[in-house]
């Protein structure tokens, strides 16, 4: 049996104490997270010079995709970011921390989104997951990724969002099922309310698929009263027409437009 399968049934019978066992077992800093080849006393953040390569090159990748691409953003949205394309390594690393509950897996991601330059953003703000997947990982991806960057960006970061009703796993599903999926379920927590009014908010996600998750985000935190909002993702799924435009994104501005026609915001 591989270390992967051996981890993978350690996480399943167990949960978190797998997840503790599976450190125990396999510490991270003997094998690189990206190919599970032997490292060096050298190499950082478990990843080897090969698998290092790779991800500068993914970023690269990444860097001039988003030259080449113009994201069609509604009001309030800064921008959009990522750090990898989402492939090879990039998306082993992914695949660690979300089906695995390998943590270390959580830090090369972090770093490469680190090296994109800040926004004037004063507030991390991880995208939640659903609460089920939650208990079963043991943590939220996108607040372990937070957590990296507010210490080296000296940010701070805040739990704002919550899920307030589940939602079917957006895998599988295409860009119109992935939109309902997910209308109206999230909000800003009563007690972060305070925190968020008029605050430019950086929202933190593990990939950046259709844009519907970040875009259901970016609309619960613009309701609460956030100023704007700079989304950064680790990896963008390089998907279909590459085009000028961002489906999802769009049509939220033009929702949002008619919306606030009807009913306007009284602040
Ligand atoms: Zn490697």
Not at 27 to 36: A, D, I, N, R, S
Not at 160 to 164: F, G, Q, W
């Given at each position: 049996m591989r270390n992967g399968q051996i981890k993978e049934r350690l996480s399943k019978c167990f949960g978190r104490a797998g997840a503790w066992l599976d450190d125990l077992l396999f510490?991270?800093?003997?094998?690189?997270?990206?190919?599970?080849s032997a490292l060096g006393?050298?190499?950082?953040?478990?990843?080897c010079p090969a698998c290092r390569r790779a991800l500068d090159a993914l970023a690269a990748e990444q860097e001039t995709w988003e030259k080449e691409t113009h994201d069609v953003l509604p009001e309030g949205i800064a921008y959009v970011h990522s750090a990898?394309?989402?492939?090879a390594q990039a998306r082993t690393l992914v695949r660690l921390l979300k089906?695995?509950?390998?943590?270390?897996?959580?830090l090369p991601l972090a770093k490469g989104m680190a090296m994109l330059p800040a926004g004037e953003e004063e507030l991390i703000v991880p995208v939640p997951t659903d609460e089920r997947r939650r208990k079963r990982r043991g943590f939220n991806q996108a607040t372990l990724i937070a957590n990296h960057l507010a210490v080296m960006w000296g940010m701070p970061v805040l739990e704002?969002?919550?899920?307030?009703r589940p939602c079917a796993p957006?895998?599988?599903?295409n860009e119109q099922q992935r939109r309902e999926n997910l209308v109206d379920s999230m909000a800003v927590s009563m007690r972060s309310v305070g925190q968020i009014r008029r605050k430019r908010v950086l929202l933190i996600d593990d990939v950046y698929t259709t844009g519907s998750t970040a875009a259901e985000a970016a609309r619960a935190l613009l309701d609460a009263g956030a100023m704007s909002v700079g989304i950064l993702t680790a990896a963008r799924a390089h998907i279909g027409?590459?085009?000028?435009?961002v489906p999802f994104l769009a049509q939220y501005k033009h929702a949002a437009a008619a919306e606030k026609r009807k009913k306007p915001r009284n602040t």
């Open positions: 510490p991270e800093k003997v094998l690189c997270l990206g190919c599970e006393e050298d190499d950082e953040d478990g990843i990898f394309a989402y492939d089906y695995r509950s390998i943590r270390a897996a959580a704002a969002l919550v899920r307030v957006q895998t599988g599903l027409n590459g085009d000028k435009e």
